[in-house]
Nanobody
Framework: QVQLVESGGGLVQPGGSLRLSCAAS????????MGWHRQAPGKQRELVAH???????NYADSVKGRFTISRVNAKNTVYLQMNSLKPEDTAVYYC????????????????WGQGTQVAVSS
């Protein structure tokens, strides 16, 4: 049974930092691309950061230069370091695992965690 468990969310002041962690089990973690998504109230879920099995990363324009995604395959864990947080970063953050779909030539997120709340407010 695949499980993704996020931790590290909380309340932080604007300009502050948080580090989210996501521990995976029940799957060959090193073969997955991993992503952090977020969903703010009244908005659609969006991809924030993505890392391939080989460590290639990409980010949403809104977080470039502030957020860093990384992974430690030996620990089956992916991280999201969030710096210079803004109120608009407030959302539930979800960890997700993706397998490559050759028919569509894209990563498909098949595995999801339960989410962790991040609130940025003074």
């Amino acid at each position: 049974q695949v499980q993704l468990v996020e931790s590290g969310g909380g309340l932080v002041q604007p300009g502050g930092s948080l580090r989210l962690s996501c521990a995976a089990s029940g799957i060959i973690f090193s073969g997955l691309a991993m992503g952090w998504h977020r969903q703010a109230p009244g908005k659609q879920r969006e991809l924030v950061a993505h890392i391939t099995p080989g460590g290639i990363t990409n980010y949403a324009d809104s977080v470039k230069g502030r957020f860093t995604i990384s992974r430690v395959n030996a620990k089956n864990t992916v991280y999201l370091q969030m710096n210079s947080l803004k109120p608009e970063d407030t959302a539930v953050y979800y960890c997700a695992g993706a397998q490559f779909e050759w028919s569509r030539r894209t990563w498909a997120y098949d595995y999801w965690g339960q989410g962790t709340q991040v609130a940025v407010s003074s």
